[in-house]
């Protein structure tokens, strides 16, 4: 999978080392009032993820500070909290929780006007689109978050959306438009000095020249850029995306020992962080390898648990869920547009009703 990127203003923006971790725990435990404490669960919920790839210690915080926020009625922390499930979620591969939180923040984020929160929604709704292969409508939740991220002037959102852009064309086999937009967001990023924006780019540079250009050498040199800033950030999860990009370049030069030590490496990494997706990729890569070595049993082990873990990924409900999720929201939406609209009739009309009795009125006092 290639690496998409949701941007780092919305959802995470810093690091913390497991010491200052627990010190935020501790100080959360005394905190008073509870939104207070809820800001703690944001920070280590971020952390979690940033800085060792916990999913699902991530996920648990957001749902922490969620559930404080909907009881202190905070749409646009709610939004936050909620956009940090929707990505944990999308992480691990459990992609209708991801959309059912990525609607619901963006109601509440609308309702309220908050921009940096209405395009995390939109940018996770149009990857969830991305991923179910719906490209045309991916392309215009994509859209809208770039109108926004140029009329807001955000570079670190505009970064984001181009990186995932340019998945979006790779995805559509138009590599040149895709390259574009990944040299585009790459240059923001290094111009913002953000570190996460450059180690996503450089990945998915690398997989263009993987798969477009077939050039094992300089797509490895893209993978290991990428892999020093995530180990600098002791993102488990990530580093073992990475690493299973390059089994994948491996593999093309027939190294396969070198492929064999990289994937049990991932899966490794991928079973700490709790990503579903990421095991079920390394043990893709790992049948592929026992089957390349001849080595049938292992082979025929690994294809077993990565047909498993691709139906509960891929599943016909899972999909049927995510269509009737947003059919259901975009009707919602209708039908608030077309309750506003007959509401401003109705008041059109008893204004108008007013305003014929006025002139009635002063009729019979002149």
Same mark, same amino acid.
């Given at each position: 999978?290639?690496?998409?990127?949701?941007?780092?203003?919305?959802?995470?923006?810093?690091?913390?080392?497991?010491?200052?971790?627990?010190?935020?725990?501790?100080?959360?435990?005394?905190?008073?009032?509870?939104?207070?404490?809820?800001?703690?669960?944001?920070?280590?919920?971020? *952390?979690? !993820? $940033? &800085?060792? =790839?916990? /999913?699902? @210690?991530?996920?648990?915080?957001? +749902?922490?500070?969620?559930?404080?926020?909907?009881?202190?009625?905070?749409?646009?922390?709610?939004?936050?909290?909620?956009?940090?499930?929707?990505?944990?979620?999308?992480?691990?591969?459990?992609?209708?929780?991801?959309?059912?939180?990525?609607?619901?923040?963006?109601?509440?984020?609308?309702?309220?006007?908050?921009?940096?929160?209405?395009?995390?929604?939109?940018?996770?709704?149009?990857?969830?689109?991305?991923?179910?292969?719906?490209?045309?409508?991916?392309?215009?939740?994509?859209?809208?978050?770039?109108?926004?991220?140029?009329?807001?002037?955000?570079?670190?959102?505009?970064? *984001?959306? !181009? $990186? &995932?852009? =340019?998945? /979006?064309? @790779?995805?559509?086999?138009?590599? +040149?438009?895709?390259?574009?937009?990944?040299?585009?967001?790459?240059?923001?990023?290094?111009?913002?000095?953000?570190?996460?924006?450059?180690?996503?780019?450089?990945?998915?540079?690398?997989?263009?020249?993987?798969?477009?250009?077939?050039?094992?050498?300089?797509?490895?040199?893209?993978?290991?850029?990428?892999?020093?800033?995530?180990?600098?950030?002791?993102?488990?999860?990530?580093?073992?995306?990475?690493?299973?990009?390059?089994?994948?370049?491996?593999?093309?030069?027939?190294?396969?020992?070198?492929?064999?030590?990289?994937?049990?490496?991932?899966?490794?990494?991928?079973?700490?962080?709790?990503?579903?997706?990421?095991?079920?990729?390394?043990?893709?890569?790992?049948?592929?390898?026992?089957?390349?070595?001849?080595?049938?049993?292992?082979?025929?082990?690994?294809?077993?648990?990565?047909?498993?873990?691709?139906?509960?990924?891929?599943?016909?409900?899972?999909?049927?869920?995510?269509?009737?999720?947003?059919?259901?929201?975009?009707?919602?939406?209708?039908?608030?547009?077309?309750?506003?609209?007959?509401?401003?009739?109705?008041?059109?009309?008893?204004?108008?009703?007013?305003?014929?009795?006025?002139?009635?009125?002063?009729?019979?006092?002149?």
């Amino acid at each position: 999978m290639l690496k998409y990127w949701l941007s780092i203003s919305s959802v995470f923006c810093f690091c913390l080392s497991y010491s200052q971790i627990d010190s935020l725990k501790k100080f959360a435990y005394s905190a008073k009032p509870d939104t207070a404490k809820a800001g703690c669960y944001i920070k280590i919920a971020r *952390s979690y !993820y $940033n &800085n060792e =790839g916990q /999913l699902d @210690s991530s996920l648990a915080y957001y +749902d922490k500070a969620a559930i404080i926020y909907k009881k202190s009625n905070l749409p646009a922390k709610l939004a936050k909290a909620l956009n940090g499930k929707a990505l944990m979620y999308r992480e691990k591969g459990v992609y209708k929780d991801a959309l059912e939180n990525c609607l619901l923040a963006l109601s509440l984020a609308e309702s309220v006007k908050d921009t940096n929160q209405i395009t995390a929604s939109l940018n996770g709704i149009a990857i969830i689109n991305q991923i179910q292969k719906d490209y045309d409508k991916a392309y215009e939740f994509y859209n809208k978050c770039e109108a926004i991220h140029l009329k807001t002037k955000n570079t670190r959102g505009l970064a *984001s959306t !181009y $990186n &995932n852009m =340019g998945l /979006l064309f @790779s995805e559509k086999k138009e590599p +040149d438009r895709s390259h574009a937009y990944f040299m585009k967001a790459l240059k923001l990023n290094e111009e913002n000095k953000d570190d996460r924006g450059i180690a996503t780019a450089c990945e998915n540079i690398g997989l263009y020249y993987l798969n477009y250009e077939f050039d094992p050498v300089k797509a490895l040199e893209h993978f290991d850029r990428s892999i020093a800033i995530w180990r600098g950030m002791n993102d488990v999860n990530s580093v073992a995306i990475t690493l299973d990009y390059k089994v994948t370049a491996f593999l093309k030069q027939k190294k396969l020992k070198m492929c064999l030590d990289t994937a049990n490496l991932s899966l490794a990494l991928a079973t700490q962080a709790g990503s579903i997706f990421s095991i079920r990729q390394a043990h893709e890569k790992l049948y592929m390898i026992y089957e390349e070595m001849k080595d049938i049993p292992n082979a025929h082990s690994h294809y077993k648990r990565f047909i498993a873990l691709r139906d509960s990924i891929d599943n016909d409900d899972q999909l049927r869920s995510i269509t009737e999720m947003q059919m259901t929201y975009e009707f919602d939406k209708q039908k608030e547009v077309e309750k506003l609209k007959q509401e401003l009739k109705q008041t059109e009309l008893s204004d108008e009703i007013s305003r014929q009795n006025n002139v009635i009125l002063s009729f019979f006092i002149a």
